[in-house]
């Protein structure tokens, strides 16, 4: 919810500088390897803000799925060792409060 709330918050801005900034006219040249072509200042601006957007929540989604597949894969190897354990006798807190008093009993 926190991440839609913010992505929402991102999209607002976006509309509100991209309504700021129609009011500029000016023209800039961008060469392509190919060709070359004329667009508006806001139009620039707005297509690559939207694409670095885009491109980082891609990145952020690859991230936060790799990590989740790896708690995932985490926690069934933990359950998997957990069932197999098996129950086993207090024996070394006995040695140990043997060794402390210095009493052996036999």
């Not at 939207?50 to 933990?78: D, E, N, P, T």
Request: aromatic share 12%; glycine share 6%; net charge positive.
């Amino acid at each position: 919810m926190k991440g839609f709330v913010v992505a929402l918050v991102i999209a607002l801005l976006f509309v509100l500088a991209l309504l700021l900034g129609s009011r500029n006219e000016q023209l800039v040249t961008i060469n392509y390897f190919v060709a070359q072509g004329e667009f508006r200042l806001p139009v620039v601006l707005a297509s690559v803000f939207f694409a670095g957007f885009v491109l980082c929540w891609c990145f952020a989604i690859y991230h936060v799925g790799k990590l989740k597949y790896s708690l995932s894969r985490a926690q069934r190897r933990l359950q998997k060792l957990e069932s197999g354990a098996k129950p086993r006798t207090d024996t070394t807190s006995v040695a140990v409060t043997e060794s402390q008093t210095g009493e052996v009993k036999s």
